[in-house]
């Protein structure tokens, strides 16, 4: 285990203001998603849920707000050069999609075993795809290296204060439409999301308590806030792609240590689990790591009877193939 340092006196550190800019930013492209309720779902956690339906945002995730925050934010000659990120998928979705809208070029960095789902998407959008092997290459040097050669903007996935504050407007239109919540409960990957709704829930609701989740297999979050400082851990394995990451940004710590109250992590079966609930009981699909919150409340992990219960639903990229497989136990 290896332990990265934490913050830089050069890093500039979004707030809630940032995140009402993003607000303002995205307005009228964004999909102000709804906020889903199920009577089966209070009744099993003894609890009022309100579950934040950003599998229906627009490219299928909440990564959606933070890449077009981001590229908005650009300055037009900056932004006219394009634009490259790595993503295990959703945020290279969503970037290749904002960068679509605004007309410029942009090249993803992919795991070799992206899902095929997000690959055909981030395409489709008109997105350059370049694979890279996740347990043998290093992504950020191929995206440096990119970006040098093109002259292009890095907008990674997680570790950027206008990423940040663009995920943080999830946990504010689910607020501003609940009313002031006990518990914030969101995916934990590398930090943005959680980090953004952070800032949110702080601002709007002072008493909530903020609960990241991330998937048994890759707890460096968890890790780095019982220790204070960020740890590497090596990549994981799960179902929940959207969450193999190996240690938190730099940009993203500072804020969970700062605001979150705990880090809990599922397994995938509970995964499963829970996927199967949203598709028989509410109708409606999520991907393995958009359940990573909602298993966490609905199987005890945290525990919040009596209380209101914001719940981040992240993303619904998951192709049916895998889909079907993963909810016959295939």
Same mark, same amino acid.
């Not at 092997?133 to 995206?143: F, M, N, P, S």
């Not at 005890?300 to 497989?325: E, H, P, Q």
């Given at each position: 285990?290896?332990?990265? $340092?934490?913050?830089?006196?050069?890093?500039?550190?979004?707030?809630?203001?940032?995140?009402?800019?993003?607000?303002?930013?995205? $307005?009228?492209?964004?999909?102000?998603?709804?906020?889903?309720? $199920?009577?089966?779902?209070?009744?099993?956690?003894?609890?009022?849920?309100?579950?934040?339906?950003?599998?229906?945002?627009? /490219?299928?995730?909440?990564?959606?707000?933070?890449?077009?925050?981001?590229? /908005?934010? *650009?300055?037009?000659?900056?932004?006219?050069?394009?634009?490259?990120?790595?993503?295990?998928?959703?945020?290279?979705?969503?970037?290749?999609?904002?960068?679509? &809208?605004?007309?410029?070029?942009?090249?993803?960095?992919?795991?070799?075993?992206?899902?095929?789902?997000?690959?055909?998407?981030?395409?489709?959008?008109?997105? %350059?795809?370049?694979?890279?092997?996740?347990?043998?290459?290093?992504?950020?040097?191929?995206?440096?290296?990119?970006?040098?050669?093109?002259?292009?903007?890095?907008?990674?996935?997680?570790?950027?204060?206008?990423?940040?504050?663009?995920?943080?407007?999830?946990?504010?239109? &689910?607020?501003?439409?609940?009313?002031?919540?006990?518990?914030?409960?969101?995916?934990?990957?590398? =930090? =943005?999301?959680?980090?953004?709704?952070? *800032? $949110?829930?702080?601002?709007?609701?002072?008493?909530?308590?903020?609960? =990241?989740?991330?998937?048994?297999?890759?707890?460096?979050?968890?890790? /780095?806030?019982?220790?204070?400082?960020?740890?590497?851990?090596?990549?994981?394995?799960?179902?929940?792609?959207?969450?193999?990451?190996?240690?938190?940004?730099?940009?993203?710590?500072?804020?969970?240590?700062?605001?979150?109250?705990?880090?809990?992590?599922?397994?995938?079966?509970?995964?499963?689990?829970?996927?199967?609930?949203?598709? %028989?009981?509410?109708?409606?699909?999520? %991907?393995?790591?958009?359940?990573?919150?909602?298993?966490?409340?609905?199987?005890?992990?945290?525990?919040?009877?009596?209380?209101?219960? =914001?719940?981040?639903? /992240?993303?619904?990229?998951?192709?049916?193939?895998?889909?079907?497989?993963?909810?016959?136990?295939?």
């Amino acid at each position: 285990m290896t332990v990265v $340092s934490t913050l830089s006196p050069a890093l500039r550190l979004p707030t809630f203001d940032d995140v009402r800019t993003a607000q303002n930013r995205i $307005s009228g492209v964004a999909h102000v998603t709804p906020v889903l309720t $199920s009577k089966t779902a209070d009744a099993m956690a003894g609890a009022r849920l309100f579950f934040k339906a950003e599998n229906l945002q627009r /490219s299928g995730a909440f990564k959606f707000r933070g890449a077009y925050n981001s590229v /908005s934010a *650009l300055e037009p000659d900056i932004r006219r050069t394009g634009v490259v990120a790595f993503s295990s998928g959703n945020h290279g979705q969503a970037l290749a999609y904002a960068a679509q &809208l605004f007309g410029v070029s942009a090249v993803i960095v992919m795991p070799q075993d992206t899902p095929a789902m997000k690959v055909a998407a981030t395409r489709g959008y008109g997105a %350059e795809i370049v694979f890279y092997d996740r347990y043998t290459e290093d992504r950020e040097a191929i995206t440096r290296r990119i970006a040098a050669e093109r002259h292009a903007t890095i907008i990674p996935p997680y570790d950027h204060a206008d990423v940040i504050a663009g995920q943080g407007t999830a946990a504010l239109e &689910l607020i501003e439409e609940v009313g002031e919540i006990d518990y914030l409960v969101a995916p934990l990957g590398g =930090g =943005g999301l959680l980090a953004g709704c952070a *800032l $949110s829930a702080k601002a709007l609701s002072p008493g909530c308590k903020i609960i =990241g989740v991330e998937p048994e297999a890759g707890d460096d979050g968890r890790q /780095s806030l019982r220790k204070g400082e960020i740890v590497r851990i090596p990549v994981p394995k799960s179902i929940a792609d959207g969450a193999l990451t190996t240690y938190l940004g730099q940009h993203n710590f500072p804020i969970l240590k700062r605001d979150v109250h705990d880090i809990v992590t599922v397994s995938d079966t509970q995964l499963i689990d829970t996927m199967r609930f949203f598709a %028989e009981r509410m109708k409606i699909i999520v %991907e393995p790591t958009g359940c990573l919150a909602a298993a966490a409340v609905l199987h005890g992990a945290v525990a919040c009877a009596g209380k209101r219960v =914001g719940i981040i639903l /992240s993303g619904g990229n998951v192709d049916l193939k895998t889909f079907n497989a993963l909810f016959n136990g295939c």
